[in-house]
Nanobody
């Protein structure tokens, strides 16, 4: 099992930036890809971005393309989400997750962090 801990959430004005971090520990050698998801109140959890741990291939939801950047530091077993030009509709709890597959389906992720709140004020 992989343990994941997110950090970096907070309150920011529209147009501002935040960087989320996700530190991984445990059986990290079994991780093929990691991703960020988010869940707003009353809505389903949705895919935000994913990264293949080896090689760094990335993929983004259309709603965040050009504004968010996912990256990883293999030496630190840490994944990041740089969020720029934030909008009020980006407000949600953000979760990081690990999978043995390069996928965007939440059901394919076996390890999840506890979540970090991101609030964007207008």
């Amino acid at each position: 099992q992989v343990q994941l801990v997110e950090s970096g959430g907070g309150l920011v004005q529209a147009g501002g930036s935040l960087r989320l971090s996700c530190a991984a520990s445990g059986r990290t050698f079994s991780t093929y890809a990691m991703a960020w998801f988010r869940q707003a109140p009353g809505k389903e959890r949705e895919f935000v971005a994913r990264i293949r741990w080896s090689g760094g291939r990335t993929d983004y939801a259309d709603s965040v393309k050009g504004r968010f950047t996912i990256s990883r530091d293999g030496a630190k077993n840490t994944m990041y989400l740089q969020m720029n030009s934030l909008k009020p509709e980006d407000t949600a709890v953000y979760y990081c997750a690990a999978s043995r597959f390069f996928t965007s389906a939440p059901t394919d992720f076996g390890s999840w962090g506890q979540g970090t709140q991101v609030t964007v004020s207008s």
